[in-house]
Structures are given as C-alpha cells and as structure tokens.
C-alpha cells in the first residue's frame, strides 16, 4: 500500500535527534557530585488523587543509565537527603532499532498550530513489550510465507526495547515455540531451567511448606527485558520498523470517528510552563490500517478505546483488578546462588484480609529476582505496599537469601488481575488490544507472558488474512476476537477463572478455593465466581483501622524510598509540564486526608505525596496504580516525552 522513499523525512530526523538529547546523560559526566534528593516539593498549589496527568507514560525501569535526580528545586523540599549522583552505562543510539533507508510514505496533517508529518503502514504497533513483538514477527513470518509485503511499524516510549521491563520472570514456552520453533539452537537469553520449587506458608517467624501449585517443571528463569531484546532483534531480521523513544499520547480516526486510523506520537520540547521552548517539535502521525494496542497494564489509548467502543460491555465483562508488585534483583553471594531455584509464599506481611504474595527467582550471574505482589482492593488505607516489601525481606526465611549482597534494580508495575472475567472484547474498529492490555495474566501460575505472546500472534494471523483480502470493505479484527476464544489462551484461563475471586473472602477461604479448583476439579465448577467491588470502593475508612508501625530500614536489606528510587533510573527532564493536575483542588483536604488519612503517601511506590501536595515527575507505575486506586475521582491520562 505505501510507497518508498529513500530520503529520511526531515521532521522525523528532527525527532530523532530531539528523543536522543533527552535520553542522554548530561555531557557523560564521570564525576560524582553532591545531590539534594528530596521526598516532596510544595511548589505548586495543585496535587492529589483526582489529578489528570497531562504529559508522561515513564517506567520504573532502566534506560541503560543511571542519572542524579534533583525531583525538584524548591527551597520549601522537605526531608532532604544527600546522595552522589554519578553517570554510567551504555549510551543508546539515537535511531531507532531497524531504521533502514526504505521509510514510507509521509504527508503532512493539519493543526490548529502547525502541521505534523505522517507516515503510512500496514500494521501500526504500540508497545515492543512480548505481545507487540511477537505480533510484528507473526505478521513478517506470515509475509514471508505468502509472499506478500505488509509494512510494520513498532512504536516503545523506553529509550531502547527492554527499557520498560524489570529483569525476573519465570518463563513458560509453549508461545515461543509456537513462534520460533528452533530457539533453542540460536543464541537466546533462555538459559536456566527451573530446578527447584518452592511454596511456602509465612507466618512471622516461620516458613511453612506446601506442595507448590506452579508446575515450572519445564519453564526457565529468565531477564524479560533480555527476552524482547532478543525479540526485537527478530523483528528487525524481518523488516520490522521498530521507534524507541516515542510516546503514542493520541489515537488517530477517520473523519467521523468510528475507527481508528493510527496514532501520533506526543510533541516534543514543550516546558513545565506549557511554553513551547527553542527545541519545540511537532510529534508524528503514525498512520495504519490496522493498528494493535500492546501498551501493557492500564495502558491511556487502551483505555480510550475500550471506552469509546463500549467493549467491555459489549463483552458482558466485568472490572478490571489490578495488584501492585514491587520488584528488585539482587547481586547475591555466590554460594548462596542455587541457580534455577523458584520460592514463592503467601501469609506474613499481609493480613488475612489483603490478597497478595511474595516470589524469590534465582537466575545466573549470581542474580536473584524478588519481590512483593499486593492487590488493590486492600481494605486498611495505612498499608503501605512499599514498607510491607521491606518488611518481607526480614524474615528469617528470607534475609539469608539476599544478605550480603547488593541491590541492583528497583521497580514496580501494574498488574491486571481480573482473569477471563475481566477480559473486555479485543476487537474494535482499526484495531485490537493485544497482551496485558486485554489482561491475560494467569493469576495463579504469576505467568502472563506466554498468553501475551500467543494474544499478539493471534492478532497478526487475523491482521494478515484481513489485509490480504481483495476487498472494497475495511479490514476487521473480528476473527482475532473469535480466534482468541478457542485458543488455549480462553481455555487455560477459563480453567483458573474462579481462584483469585475466591481471595475476595480471605486469605483461609480463598486458599480452600484454590485448592479444590486446582487439584480437584479443575476448573470444571459449572459456575463461575465474579469479582467483587471495584478496587477503589474497597478501602475502608481509616477510623475503622489502626494505623501501622513498620521498622526503620537497616540499609542492609531494607531501605528508604528515596534509596529505591534512586536505584530505579527513572530520569525525567524536569522542564516539562507536570505529569498529574487536580480537577478538585477540595478533594485532598476533604476527602483524601479527613476520610483515608491521606493514602497517597503510602500506597506510592515512589512516594512523591506529602501535604500540601506538588507533583514531581512521576513514575508510570504510581501514574496507574493512583488511577486504580482513587478512580472515583476520574483520574484521567495522557503522555510526555520520553526520556
């Protein structure tokens, strides 16, 4: 459908250049200085829970680089803490992964302000995360195959593939296979098998074993950002474009908005004023036949589109839940390192009443992946998910694991837990929700991407066959909605469908739950257990609750928030417009502080709140889960540049 063009379109050279200025450490300093690291900043007068963040979609997750981070300059900052600030890492390339000289047919489009350039493609992607790669793979397979020439764009706000994923997982490889069929004899970072795991009941000073439900025999503990690395190097082996670097903050559509037609990618050089400063330029409009919306968790155009097109009702699904899992890697001692070792527990730190559970990977390089899973619908608005981690690391059963041994890397994420129930239809006009924007997590296995994979690959089955038809009509994904519900994708979590709900009354009840869907019937139940309430009506009032004391960290292996974040290399130009502004400026006062006593200061796994509150520039992670956690106040979403 596009024609070629060998000349690089001269905005898009100019973009280019712009994401590389922002992603690069300052001058590749090699000193160290003295920085103020500051908890808050009271500079502004607007800040809170019903906030409308108005340009940002930046992770928890490593750009290769770890840059000092002044969150602001405000002399009123309190509880300043000293640190050295230092610059190392690889420097990533200012053109994207696979730039080639082909680049497709671009036109301007008009603006109220000034034109933006556009390019055109068969298959516009937004995210090089498992599911947005595996799809631009099955569609160039599929090409190959047919010998037919579809044009695939990837679109990644991280500086580079993988920017966006903390290292961890234990990989299950039945999509892979399915996808790459001889991985195993090419160079993948695939290597260690599961050997050992562990499940384990906590109590406070106790581990109890119980036959562990997982079934990794077979799986690997992996670096998921290694992974779609891997991925996206197949991608560009096909001729995929993939964009690193570029936010999409705006749906494309027709002329009468019944479909979408692409994205465009968010203006660059805008200051914290909303001024547009000498660096200014106009973002690109991605344009695509189809276009496949693999952004992850909660992503903002996804939940755009799926209310715009009413797909979770046309579904008949419910809710959606979300859990919040903090994560670190440690670099352990290696003769405590059992390479291919899995432990995972539920019980201690959280009360009986909070669902939520722990896990431990072993991987190589004497790494060790762990972390805390806290689910949203928590009732006592003093828990604080972040404290709760650092408390898990004290227990006697888990110390000697990490002791010793040095952090290095901090996250957090969003995580869908809603399951089949939740799952909103995947189809809508130009486009799909691949991934864990759908929400395919198996809660209970603690495995989403082998089901985000295969969603991706279905999606570009059904984008192929509909691209390639001769017809007068507009390509529909209707087959990948009716595909996905035969697949096995449907049929495993169908068969899990009714264990997380079962938590929704305790921690006792929801164990029993499990226990006779998982060794029992599995998942053979003629009923099927619905969600409760939405997670933002579940916290209590906080004169209903106690508040808690958590110990003060060791610096051994707990830590201030301040500590972590700095380990998290999040990096955020600071003259731009701030990321969340309050419709209500009441609702922190008179709701958040009198009735929940403030929740936002403990529920961030960043903890950018204080009152009176500004917003600093803030982590994506928290972006959700604070839309998650105070939704009745229309927390609404979209992006900045990307750094």
């Known amino acids: 459908m596009a024609s070629f063009n060998n000349a690089r379109p001269k905005n898009l050279q100019k973009l280019l250049q712009l994401s590389n200025h922002y992603r690069q450490p300052a001058l590749r300093l090699q000193q160290t200085s003295a920085k103020t690291l500051s908890s808050c900043c009271k500079q502004f007068n607007s800040y809170d829970s019903n906030l409308t963040q108005s340009a940002a979609d930046a992770d928890f997750s490593s750009c290769g680089y770890t840059r000092c981070r002044k969150l602001c300059g405000c002399s009123r900052c309190v509880s300043p803490i000293e640190t050295s600030a230092f610059h190392v890492g690889p420097y990533s390339s200012p053109f994207p992964v696979g730039f080639t000289s082909s680049i497709r047919s671009f036109s301007s489009s008009g603006s109220r302000e000034e034109p933006r350039e556009s390019m055109e493609y068969d298959v516009v992607i937004v995210g090089a995360g498992p599911a947005g790669l595996a799809a631009a793979i099955r569609l160039r397979q599929l090409c190959e195959e047919k010998n037919v020439d579809l044009s695939v764009c990837v679109v990644e706000k ?79 082996e096909l001729g995929v474009e993939i964009y690193p670097g570029f936010s999409a903050s705006e749906l494309l559509y027709e002329a009468d908005e019944s479909r979408v037609s692409g994205i465009a990618t968010n203006d660059m050089g805008i200051g914290k004023d909303g001024s547009k400063k000498e660096i200014f330029q106009r973002g690109m409009e991605l344009k695509g036949r189809l276009t496949l919306l693999g952004e992850g968790c909660r992503g903002s155009l996804s939940e755009k589109v799926i209310k715009k097109f009413q797909l979770r009702e046309q579904s008949g699904s419910q809710h959606q839940t979300y859990a919040l899992g903090i994560k670190e890697v440690w670099d352990v001692d290696p003769s405590k390192h059992r390479p291919g070792l899995t432990v995972h527990t539920v019980g201690w730190p959280l009360d009986t009443r909070t669902y939520g559970g722990s896990f431990l990977y072993h991987m190589d390089n004497h790494q060790v992946a762990m972390g805390l899973v806290v689910a949203l619908d928590y009732k006592n608005p003093y828990l604080s998910p972040y404290e709760e981690y650092q408390r898990f690391k004290q227990h006697p059963s888990i110390r000697p694991f990490i002791e010793g041994g040095n952090v290095i890397q901090y996250g957090a994420r969003t995580l869908n837990e809603g399951g089949i129930q939740s799952i909103p239809k995947t189809a809508f006009p130009g486009g799909a929700l691949i991934g864990c924007t759908a929400g395919f997590i198996n809660v209970p296995k603690i495995k989403g991407s082998h089901t985000a994979m295969k969603s991706g690959m279905l999606a570009a089955e059904a984008a192929f066959d509909a691209l390639s038809k001769e017809t007068s009509q507009q390509p529909s994904m209707e087959q990948y909605w009716s595909s996905l519900k035969t697949s096995w994708v449907w049929k495993e979590l169908h068969q899990v469908r009714n264990i997380r709900p079962g938590f929704d009354h305790g921690l006792l009840a929801g164990m029993a739950i499990a226990g006779l869907e998982h060794y029992i019937t599995r998942g053979r139940l003629p009923w099927t257990l619905k969600h409760g309430k939405p997670d933002h009506e579940c916290t209590e009032p906080a004169d209903v609750h106690k508040p808690i004391s958590y110990p003060k960290p060791d610096g051994i292996v707990s830590f201030d928030v301040l500590t972590s974040l700095y380990r998290s290399n999040t990096n955020h130009n600071h003259d731009q417009p701030a990321h969340l502004r309050l419709r209500d400026v009441n609702v922190p006062e008179n709701v958040n502080l009198a009735k929940f006593a403030g929740p936002e200061g403990r529920y961030c796994p960043a903890r950018v709140y204080e009152y009176v509150f500004l917003i600093i520039y803030l982590p994506l992670v928290f972006v959700r889960t604070l839309e998650i956690y105070f939704n009745m106040y229309m927390v609404v979403r979209t992006l900045r540049y990307a750094t």
Not at 176 to 193: A, F, G, H, R
Not at 208 to 214: A, E, K, M, R
């Open 158 to 236: 991280g500086a580079e593939v993988g920017a966006h994923i903390l290292s961890g997982n234990v990989f299950e490889t039945r999509a892979l296979d399915e996808l790459i069929p001889n991985w195993k004899e090419q160079s993948t970072p695939i290597t260690v098998p599961v050997t050992e795991d562990k499940f384990w009941f906590l109590t406070e000073k106790r581990a109890l074993p119980l036959p562990s439900p997982f079934k990794n025999h077979g799986n690997y503990i992996i670096s998921l950002s290694q992974l779609v690395r891997w991925l996206g190097s197949k991608a560009e």
